[in-house]
């Protein structure tokens, strides 16, 4: 289990991307046209609203996408509370990478609660006839996570000597 300051630090890092999520969004919701892109660096980064009522890279499962990809999240979450609860006192990338994937699920899945549209996104980025899909600051949140943790889990398993178990958490308890 965590240090008290660890579970503050883990919230702080939840309510900060998801309040910066939720601000972004809503600025982009108030201030762009829809579907139309806003240079900002030429053709390189854009700011276009779009709403997307898939997943990422516009992954799509029909007229149900929104309950589906609402379950999934919750899903995901439930998932990652448990790995956060098993997370090694002192293993901060990982603590902080399920900090932030579940972040980014929560800021998400926010939108799909709010709106039939989908979710908010925003930020367009493109290199010559390459474009980026459309994303926001959940997405990065989520993707960066992902990532950390990945490498915080491939770490773990070449640090385990081969064929070993994997050790169970500790709750502190007795017995």
């Known amino acids: 289990m965590a240090s008290t300051v660890e579970q503050r630090r ?13 601000i972004t969004k809503y600025v982009a919701e108030a201030r762009l046209p829809r579907y139309h892109a806003v240079q900002v660096l030429g053709d390189f980064f854009q700011l276009q609203l779009v709403y997307n009522p898939g997943a990422a890279f516009g992954l799509h499962v029909g007229e149900y996408s929104r309950w589906v990809f609402m379950a999934l999240t919750i899903i995901a979450l439930v998932v990652l509370g448990a790995m956060s609860r098993r997370t090694r006192p002192g293993d901060l ?33 493109s290199v010559g006839p390459f474009h980026w899909p459309n994303f ?16 915080s889990l491939w770490g773990e398993e ?11 958490p500790t709750d502190g308890g007795g017995g």
Do not use: H, K
Request: aromatic share 6%.
């Open 10 to 22: 883990f919230a702080g890092v939840v309510v900060t991307v998801l309040v910066l999520d939720q």
């Open 93 to 125: 990338l990982r603590f902080y990478s399920i900090a932030a994937v579940m972040a980014g699920a929560c800021g998400n899945l926010i939108d799909r609660i709010r709106s039939a549209r989908g979710v908010v996104d925003y930020l367009l980025f």
């Open 136 to 151: 926001n600051v959940a997405d990065m949140s989520v993707s960066c996570g992902a990532v950390a943790l990945a490498l």
């Open 158 to 168: 070449r640090r385990r000597p081969a064929g070993a178990p994997e050790a169970p």
